[in-house]
């Protein structure tokens, strides 16, 4: 691939005292990263969705399909980041740390990543940029929270990484290797997450047509590396698909069409969603360092408006058009889908955080840069910690101290009637099933729930049923037509509990 230069290719050499500095530095980024990462339960619901279907892989055996427990199956997101929490389970132990234990790594890893691409891109401190993201507010703070997006954030800056190797490959066999990375780690983006983990090759292909025209931007899309994509981030959805007639119009019309261009999912779908969900996370999400991009403001509109601009800066400075384009394509999709949420924006800080370091770079630097990292980082560990101590219903590891100190005893099954169930609680009760079932006129009646009839009929063993009170009458109608002993075990929390034996 005959491409220009981005930048050229730094030394590796180092004195020992940097080396020394180095490896202190990536030891406090580990310690830092790991406070306070089991100290808060597991909250609902999307931390329990993930953790509940991370235990069911690991009860049930099935890692192709993910589920709720053996009769619920969702597949409204690929498997990479429950297959990354229950491997964690198995070789840690059922913890809130462990079942963070991915994001941990994830974060750590994006930080260095996030090094290497400044150094790529041949920022005058390198060590700014990923200074910046991990004591940026939303990246450390999502770290802590089990989705999809901290493991997203990583994979596709590793494929920005190999894309930059492979531009500045000095010929084509040197090339051939970190393009073929590239179409890996962004198939294991979109193994994480599907279609939005290629944004950023977006941004790839829009830069390299900038600078090298349209044919250069057909030789990134090598058979080989198309192949390895294909491999890595298709193989499941092929496999899953094959298995589940059906299943593939669901992926195109549930989780693309209406994620993108309807209500469907109720996700601040309104005209004005992006300014009031997007903003804010960007103002806030980038604090302590909001002003150094703030103060860029005034130039933006006219310098990002300039044909001119675009062309002369792609020529004088092409990091400088690379890092504009890897924000505002993807931003520009977010904004104009139909589907938002905060963390949906976490991949943008990473070029972000490299655009902070290209800014602060630019001029004279002084204590209160490691002054203000440093209360960043100090403050970042005390939300944290706050919000550990913070009380909320949502909290599973709440409720499942409620339920022993109650007397349910690692029960098998618990059953939630017509609300959605607490899933978070299969962490603290492994091995445990966690359903909903459904009962009487008037409740929640899921498309996944199955009625409390049913579940009385085929069970034999014992399980726990919990329900709000205003279902007592109907549950208790129900079981006992069906000849079931109960047990009561009084009020937890605002559920009612019952052993039906």
């Known amino acids: 691939m005959n491409l220009p230069k981005l930048a050229k290719t730094p030394h590796p050499a180092e004195s020992a005292p940097r080396r020394a500095l180095v490896g202190a530095a990536v030891l406090g980024l580990l310690v830092y990263s790991l406070a306070f990462q089991g100290s808060r339960g597991i909250w609902e619901p999307d931390e329990g969705r993930y953790t509940d279907i991370a235990c069911q892989m690991l009860r049930s055996g099935d890692y192709l399909v993910p589920a709720f427990n053996d009769e619920v199956p969702h597949f409204a997101k690929p498997p990479l980041t429950y297959w990354a929490i229950a491997a964690s389970l198995a070789l840690f132990g059922y913890h809130e ?9 994830a974060f750590v890893v994006t930080v260095l990543v996030v090094f290497l691409l400044a150094r790529r891109l041949q920022l005058p401190r390198p060590w700014v940029a990923p200074l910046s993201y991990a004591t940026s507010l939303l990246p450390y703070l999502a770290a802590n929270v089990i989705t999809t997006d901290t493991l997203l954030t990583l994979f596709e800056s590793l494929g920005v990484l190999a894309f930059l190797h492979s531009w500045q490959g000095r010929d084509r066999a040197a090339r051939r290797g970190p393009l073929f990375a590239m179409w890996a780690a962004f198939g294991l983006a979109f193994l994480t997450k599907g279609p939005p983990a290629l944004l950023p090759l977006v941004a790839i292909a829009a830069w390299v047509a900038l600078t090298s025209g349209w044919r250069a931007v057909a030789r990134l899309f090598c058979p080989g590396g198309v192949a ?74 006219r310098t990002l408006g300039s044909r001119q601009w675009w062309k002369a800066t792609s020529v004088d400075n092409p990091p400088k058009v690379f890092l504009a ?105 492994p091995g445990s099933e966690i359903e909903e079932v459904a009962v009487g006129p008037g409740g929640r009646h899921d498309p996944t729930s199955e009625p409390l009839v049913t579940e009385l009929g085929e069970h034999h063993g014992a399980f726990h049923l919990l329900f709000e009170p205003r279902w007592r009458s109907a549950v208790e109608a129900e079981i006992s037509r069906h000849h079931r002993t109960v047990r009561e075990l009084g009020r937890v929390q605002r559920w009612e509990l019952l052993v039906v034996e």
């Open 97 to 105: 740390w462990s079942a963070r234990l991915p994001n941990t790594v």
């Open 228 to 301: 390895v994509f294909a491999l890595v981030g298709l193989g499941w959805y092929l496999l899953v698909a094959l298995a589940n007639p059906g299943l593939m119009s669901y992926f195109l019309r549930n989780e693309v069409v209406a994620r993108l261009a309807s209500g469907a999912h109720h996700r601040n779908p309104q005209w004005y969603g992006a300014v009031i969900v997007y903003g804010p996370t960007l103002l806030i999400g980038t604090l302590p360092w909001t002003w150094v991009l703030l103060r860029r403001l005034p130039t933006l509109r």
């Open 325 to 429: 384009l890897w924000v505002l394509l993807p931003l520009t999709v977010f904004a104009v889908s139909s589907s938002r949420l905060p963390l949906y924006v976490l991949p943008l800080f990473v070029p972000l955080s490299l655009t902070v370091g290209m800014l602060v770079g630019e001029r004279p630097l002084g204590r209160r840069w490691a002054l203000l990292a440093a209360l960043a980082a100090v403050l970042l560990l005390g939300l944290r910690l706050a919000a550990s101590r913070y009380e909320t219903d949502r909290d599973a590891r709440a409720l499942a101290r409620a339920l022993l100190a109650a007397g349910a005893n690692h029960p098998r099954e618990v059953l939630f009637v017509n609300a959605q169930p607490i899933w978070g609680l299969a962490l603290y009760f």
